[in-house]
């Protein structure tokens, strides 16, 4: 099937987003040596660097700089990407907080189908694409079948499509700003609010030992802390775990949570939502530990230990500090 295919590019300060390389190579694994084309809107502020860099893993690179358009506005995006898009066109989103504002609408005014939170494509055959689904929070995999033949407009988890080696394009940007023109919102954004930093900033840490609902109790906090202390690390953590009041907000990693970019991650008792691991960014060597082997962490974790934590992050902390 020869597709037109398209990625919605996320960038921020001048700097795309490190699941863009992750949009090419899940592109080249669905139609190997299919160009793609990338999106890059922005007001012109930052823009130009965030298109320029997406000319490393994209052939053409089209550019829409507006004024309205400084700060993702779904409103306008819709109908925007509705205008330039080709029927029939297959594009690929990063399933954030834009994206699934944008997408299924989208898909709708496309008239082309939708496939949200796709974590692994099992194969193509002629037009009918085999993938993978997370539903309820990522408790369930849902093995779906899509027909591409009309289109379709698809949101994939960051983290579950890596670039398999050096992805190089070299591409060239198109200014497609003129199509913005005419293109209203009703919504009107106000200010970013910084997020609150605590006593100690999980953003800036290499190393984090995050602790999940599976901890299951304030008192069992000095496991992940010990262990932390080993690793020369600092505790971070899921919503839940905020919401319990076991640790402070300035912990918590996520979505509504701070963005984190460590080197290293231990997810302990944390199943992995999207949006949970939407806080994850940086392509940091995953470590997950989970009673359930079935728990959706595993399917973005470099190494997965099917364990309790509270038996077995005691015993790594004591061989962490042998090893030292
Ligand atoms: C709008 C919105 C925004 C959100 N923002 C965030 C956010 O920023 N950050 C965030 O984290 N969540 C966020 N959430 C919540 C998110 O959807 C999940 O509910 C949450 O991430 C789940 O946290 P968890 O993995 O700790 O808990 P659970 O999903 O309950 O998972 C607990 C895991 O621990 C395992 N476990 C249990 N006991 C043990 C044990 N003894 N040893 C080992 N493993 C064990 C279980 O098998 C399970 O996989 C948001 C939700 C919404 C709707």
Same mark, same amino acid.
């Not at 993978?132 to 994939?156: P, Y």
């Given at each position: =099937?020869?597709?037109?295919?398209? &990625?919605?590019?996320?960038?921020? #300060? ?6 863009? +390389? ?12 299919? +160009? ?31 004024? !309205? ?9 819709? +109908? ?15 399933? #954030?907080?834009?994206? =699934? ?5 989208? &898909? ?8 949200? !939170? ?56 198109? !200014? ?26 999980? $953003? ?12 299951? !109790?304030?008192? #069992? ?18 919503? +839940? ?48 530990? #989970? ?25 790594? $902390? ?7």
């Amino acid at each position: =099937m020869a597709a037109q295919l398209f &990625a919605f590019i996320p960038h921020a #300060n001048s700097r795309i987003d490190d699941t863009a +390389p992750e949009l090419a190579a899940a592109a080249e694994r669905l139609f190997p040596g299919v +160009p793609v084309t990338a999106l890059v809107t922005g007001a012109a502020e930052g823009l130009e660097a965030a298109a320029a860099e997406a000319t490393r893993f994209f052939p053409e690179v089209w550019k829409f700089a507006h004024a !309205d358009l400084a700060y993702p506005n779904a409103e306008i995006l819709r +109908p925007l990407l509705a205008r330039v898009l080709p029927r029939g066109a297959v594009v690929l989103f990063t399933h #954030n907080t834009l994206a =699934m504002d944008l997408a299924p609408g989208l &898909a709708v005014k496309l008239d082309a189908a939708y496939l949200p !939170d796709v974590v692994a494509f099992e194969g193509l055959e002629g037009t009918q694409l085999r993938a993978v689904r997370q539903e309820f929070n990522g408790q369930v995999s849902t093995h779906v079948a899509c027909d591409l033949a009309g289109g379709a407009v698809v949101t994939l988890r960051s983290g579950c499509f890596p670039a398999a080696g050096e992805l190089s394009a070299a591409g060239r940007v198109v !200014d497609r700003s003129g199509d913005v023109q005419g293109i209203a919102a009703r919504r009107r954004f106000l200010e970013v609010v910084a997020a609150e930093v605590g006593d100690v900033d999980i $953003t800036k840490e290499e190393v984090l030992v995050s602790v999940g609902r599976g901890i299951g !109790d304030k008192e #069992n906090l000095p496991v992940a802390e010990e262990l932390a202390e080993a690793l020369g690390a600092v505790v971070s953590c899921s919503r +839940p775990v905020v919401d319990a009041k076991w640790l402070d907000k300035s912990r918590q990693v996520g979505t509504s949570g701070k963005t984190v970019k460590p080197k290293v991650y231990l997810a302990l008792g944390i199943s992995g939502s999207f949006q949970h691991l939407g806080g994850i960014k940086g392509n940091p060597f995953i470590v997950a530990v #989970n009673k359930n082997p079935k728990a959706p962490i595993f399917q973005v974790a470099q190494v997965g230990v099917v364990a309790d934590l509270l038996e077995f992050a005691p015993v790594l $902390t004591e061989a962490v500090r042998k090893a030292r």
